[in-house]
Each structure stands twice: as C-alpha cells, then as structure tokens.
C-alpha cells in the first residue's frame, strides 16, 4: 500500500512509517551505488575528455548522497545491508562500462537515471501529501538525474555499440537493486 492509497491496508502492507523507511532506506542505496558508478568511470576515464563530465556527476550524486545520510538517523531507518554489495557492485559497472569507451559510460549514465527518474517520480506522487518537504526534495534530484542522462545522451551514449542491450541490462539491474534494497 502506498502511503495515498485510498483502499483499506491489507496483510502484510507496510505502514505509512514502514514505508517512508523503505523510500529513505533505497534511495540512500541507490544515491550511494550512483557514486560508486562514477568512481569506476572516473578511475578508467578520468583523464579522458569525459572525464570533468562524470566528475561533475559525481559530485552531484554525492549532494544528494549527503542528504540520505542525515536523513537516515533523523528518522532513524538503517542503511541496506547491502551496502558492502552496491559498493562493489557500482565501481565494477562504472569501471566495466568505462572500459568499453566513453560511450558506453555515458549509456549506463542514461540507463541508470531513466530508472531513477521514474523511481523518484513514483516517490514524488506517493509522497506530496503526506510528506511535501521530503517530495520536494526528490523531485529536486529527480530532475538533477534527467539532466546527468540528457548531459549523457548530447555526449553520444546512444552510438554506444550495443547501446540497447546494454542499457537494457542496466536497467534491469538497477531495478532489481531498487526491489532488494527496499526490503533488506
């Protein structure tokens, strides 16, 4: 049940509380994972020409970053339990897609954000009413994602050699990241 679901709560539904938990707790892992995708870029092209690009990127990941962490004690929600995995998990992609060329970085830019603009868009409609200053703020990094894959598409992700399978398993995989790090 989302937290502006009009029917009854049913079995097994979170509570309003239960799940603002789940919203900070995931998109805490999922700012988190974003900065260790660009860790990987920048360690493979940080010199490279895309290199002040995903920099840039970075550093705005990890604004929002900054945020998930003081709001995680405020309302005292722990991180996921996979943070030790995203942290892995994220370089390895970052890097991985890096050493395919400054393309494919920028195709995993634009497949990992189209995610997270529908991720916090969702988040932004569940939350306006109940919660407006914290939806606010997700739509605030919403549009800063629309722009890091708008940045990543004019930088010529799309010519990216297997530019739709390989956006096609990154979404798949940062959907996947998103179901789990809501529950564990």
């Known amino acids: 049940m989302s937290m502006t679901d009009p029917r009854s709560p049913l079995p097994g539904d979170p509570t309003p509380a239960q799940r603002l938990e789940e919203i900070l707790r995931v998109d805490h892992a999922g700012e988190y994972g974003a900065v260790r995708i660009y860790d990987g ?13 995903i920099a840039r990127m970075r550093d705005q990941e990890r604004l929002h970053l900054d945020a998930f962490n003081a709001l995680l004690p405020r309302h ?5 339990l996979l943070t030790p995995l995203w942290h892995l998990a994220g370089f390895a992609l970052g ?3 890096a050493l395919l060329g400054e393309k494919a970085a920028m195709a995993c ?3 990992v954000e189209e995610v ?12 306006s009413a109940t919660e ?3 939806a606010a703020r997700l739509d605030e990094f919403r549009r800063d994602e629309v722009a890091h894959r708008d940045e990543a598409l004019a930088a010529g992700a799309a010519d990216a050699a297997g530019y739709e399978f390989l956006t096609t398993a990154i979404k798949a995989g940062s959907r996947l990241a998103i179901w789990i790090s809501t529950r564990i």
């Open 109 to 111: 830019t634009v497949a």
């Open 41 to 53: 870029q920048l360690a493979v092209l940080g010199q490279s020409a895309a290199g002040p690009a």
């Open 116 to 127: 997270i603009d529908e991720h916090y868009a969702a988040q932004v409609a569940e939350l």
């Open 95 to 97: 890097a991985g897609t």
């Open 132 to 134: 407006p200053e914290l």
């Open 76 to 80: 005292r929600v722990r991180p996921t």
